[in-house]
């Protein structure tokens, strides 16, 4: 949460965190879960849920370790990847689009004021992409010491392709200008680096992430690296 104490301190805590916590369960099968298990997902849907909540609790510790770190949180999702199936967890307005076939979909809901509001048909989304309370978060990690982890699942398959970004681009930026820009033949990193000029140009006044990833089969992922070895040979 950029605009409150040590924001980028707590981001960082909570991304080493959650990788920590998945690494160690990757080593130990049997690793306790941190939190309920939710029957309706996966084991791995659970197991990111659980490395959220361990990185809740560190942020949180850590807030009360120093008067300059008091209150501080951030917000996160969180992708994790199973055969075909994709699991999402999330606290607050960062957000996850899928982009299939030249369509971009929202796979999360943030959890913010504004939200709220479109939900129960009091704002537009127009009326919520300007409204001064847009970057009011109803959920954060960390400021609590528990949180409430939303939880999803939905199907990939190759040539698909996610984005990860916190509501720096999502301020700024519409999807509709988003989809344009990843419609381009630029390599990942020229695209992220694209959407964070983007966001800053349209007037965006914080901190920006961006993550891309595409998604392709492993044996044509293998097949590739073969052809690109043997044309380079």
Request: one cysteine or more.
């Amino acid at each position: 949460m950029g605009g409150s104490n040590a924001g980028e301190v707590a981001s960082a805590l909570a991304v080493d965190a959650i990788q920590a916590h998945l690494a160690e369960a990757a080593q130990q099968a049997d690793l306790p879960l941190i939190g309920p298990c939710d029957a309706s997902v996966s084991a791995p849907a659970n197991r990111l849920a659980s490395a959220v909540r361990v990185a809740n609790t560190v942020v949180h510790r850590e807030s009360w370790s120093r008067s300059d770190y008091a209150g501080m949180g951030t917000t996160v999702v969180a992708a994790l990847l199973h055969e075909d199936v994709l699991a999402i967890a999330h606290v607050g307005d960062s957000r996850l689009y899928l982009i299939r076939d030249g369509v971009i979909h929202a796979l999360t809901t943030d959890h913010s004021w504004v939200a709220e509001q479109i939900l129960k048909g009091l704002l537009t989304e127009e009326e919520a992409f300007h409204s001064p309370r847009r970057n009011i978060v109803t959920k954060a990690l960390g400021v609590e010491s528990t949180v409430d982890v939303e939880l999803t699942e939905t199907p990939v398959k190759h040539g698909d392709m996610l984005l990860l970004c916190s509501d720096g681009l999502t301020r700024a930026v519409r999807p509709n200008d988003i989809i344009h820009l990843l419609s381009g033949l630029e390599d990942l990193h020229t695209m992220a680096d694209r959407l964070i000029v983007m966001a800053n140009e349209a007037g965006g006044d914080d901190n920006t992430t961006v993550v891309l990833v595409t998604l392709r089969n492993e044996f044509q992922a293998s097949l590739w690296e073969r052809l690109k070895k043997r044309f380079a040979a």
